[in-house]
């Protein structure tokens, strides 16, 4: 049998001469200064993604730019602007930012919240430790007296893919040991693109659940109402459909990942996470928050909903990554490690892989021509889709490149294949240029006909 990277070479090659591109050139990535939305901001770019950071906004994260698709939700009401700290208002500027857990005002263990925070608004030191083949960059905020909290974050985009790393840092910078957990908290614009003050009614959020829940329902309602039908559970999958109102809920999920799909466009980004065995502020690993109108009661008890006004009551979604409650000595850090794949994916996510999501699982199906794959996918790096051929008992029987893959075109594979004699499985992995593994889509037995139910 002809090596891996032969065969891969080969079908790098045919590919290349049916008019697809072949296997690319050199790549880069490049941090530079601009101007966003009227803010002095920091740039990191490569082929695939566009990061827009405002160190001044409490170093957020504004923007994420996949291809054409911007993810974040930025508050045209601040665009440009900037306000000191204040005890009187909260400035929502929108974005990517680090919060500490647990909040509320019972004690100095509890953060009072964003008011006059410099955790959340103070100016944040920029530094770029490296570009080019990996664009690296650091940010770091002030010391927090309430808190006793220092916060700093470097984020990371290489030059071959669009994935982004992020190392957020919570420092003890008190004279006391303290405890807490940080949140990772990202509002994605929930906003139609095709209707003018309108929201996009086609924007899904995605946790797996956790078998072993502490809560009753596997997930905890926070704010909302108990029947909302925005909830439901799929496919080991909990699932939250955006309608405009006002909600909360907390899931404790174990499995490492959350994504937010918009349908529409039918982009998606997904958020890994690591997942530990320690205590999580209220059992909570994931948190989704929906901003909108709320049922309030006034003195007399009566039910009524706030303003519909999306001046005021903006279109976003909150996706909330919590790390476990860390107790550290003065001096000592805790680093949450988080990363984010933009990808193409529609409404109907079914599950993730190392490589990608799977829309429509794979399927392989023998005619009298040969094998027919099938399936929908969205990939978290480029190169070639391959299957792998196994007999029987697992032993591999040869391996066949399918197509050249991109993180900006969802696949939709339907391929015929001819597999060597005996083989009596197939699953398809996607590979980069030097027959790299990336991981696997699916794995499936072929179905004969009538083999199906």
């Not at 476990?324 to 988080?338: A, D, E, Q, S």
């Amino acid at each position: 049998m002809r090596s891996r990277l032969a065969i891969l070479t080969f079908a790098f090659s045919l590919a290349s001469g049916m008019g697809i591109a072949g296997p690319p050139p050199a790549r880069s990535c490049q941090v530079q200064p601009v101007v966003f939305e009227g803010w002095n901001a920091q740039q990191i770019k490569n082929q695939w993604v566009t990061l827009m950071i405002v160190p001044q906004l409490g170093g957020r994260l504004m923007q994420v730019t996949f291809g054409e698709h911007a993810y974040l939700f930025v508050n045209p009401r601040f665009k440009g602007k900037y306000f000191p700290p204040s005890r009187e208002q909260w400035f929502n500027y929108g974005g990517d930012k680090i919060w500490p857990l647990p909040e509320g005002r019972e004690d100095e263990e509890h953060w009072p919240g964003p008011l006059a925070d410099v955790l959340d608004d103070g100016n944040y030191a920029f530094s770029v430790l490296s570009q080019g083949t990996t664009c690296k960059v650091r940010l770091e905020g002030q010391a927090d007296p309430h808190t006793g909290l220092q916060y700093a974050r470097e984020i990371t985009l290489g030059s071959d893919s669009p994935v982004i790393s992020f190392d957020a840092v919570m420092r003890n910078a008190s004279s006391h040991p303290i405890r807490w957990s940080m949140q990772s908290v990202t509002q994605y614009n929930t906003a139609s693109a095709e209707a003018l003050q309108s929201f996009n009614p086609n924007v899904w959020a995605f946790t797996p659940i956790n078998p072993q829940s502490a809560y009753e329902d596997r997930y905890r309602i926070r704010l909302g109402a108990a029947n909302d039908p925005a909830y439901a559970i799929n496919n080991g999958l909990f699932t939250l459909h955006y309608l405009y109102f006002e909600r909360e809920v907390w899931v404790d999920s174990t499995g490492g990942w959350l994504s937010i799909v918009d349908g529409t466009s039918e982009y998606a980004m997904v958020e890994r996470f690591p997942h530990v065995a320690a205590e999580y502020p209220g059992k909570a690993t994931v948190i989704f928050y929906t901003n909108g109108p709320a049922l309030e009661f006034d003195e007399k008890g009566a039910p009524h909903l706030t303003s519909f006004d999306a001046a005021t009551i903006p279109y976003y979604m909150e996706a909330e990554v919590n790390s476990p409650m860390v107790r550290l000595n003065p001096g000592k850090t805790y680093t949450l490690h988080t990363k984010w794949f933009p990808t193409r994916s529609d409404s109907n996510l079914q599950s993730m892989t190392d490589a990608g999501v799977i829309d429509t699982p794979l399927r392989a199906t023998r005619n009298e021509k040969g094998v027919l794959l099938t399936g929908s996918f969205g990939v978290f790096f480029p190169g070639m889709l391959t299957a792998y051929f196994f007999n029987d008992q697992g032993g591999e029987t040869g391996l066949s490149g399918l197509r050249q893959v991109d993180p900006l075109e969802q696949v939709k594979l339907n391929a015929l294949v001819s597999p060597p004699p005996g083989t009596a499985r197939v699953s398809i992995h996607v590979m980069d240029t030097d027959a790299t593994d990336l991981g696997t889509l699916g794995a499936v037995a072929i179905e004969t006909p009538g083999s199906r139910k």
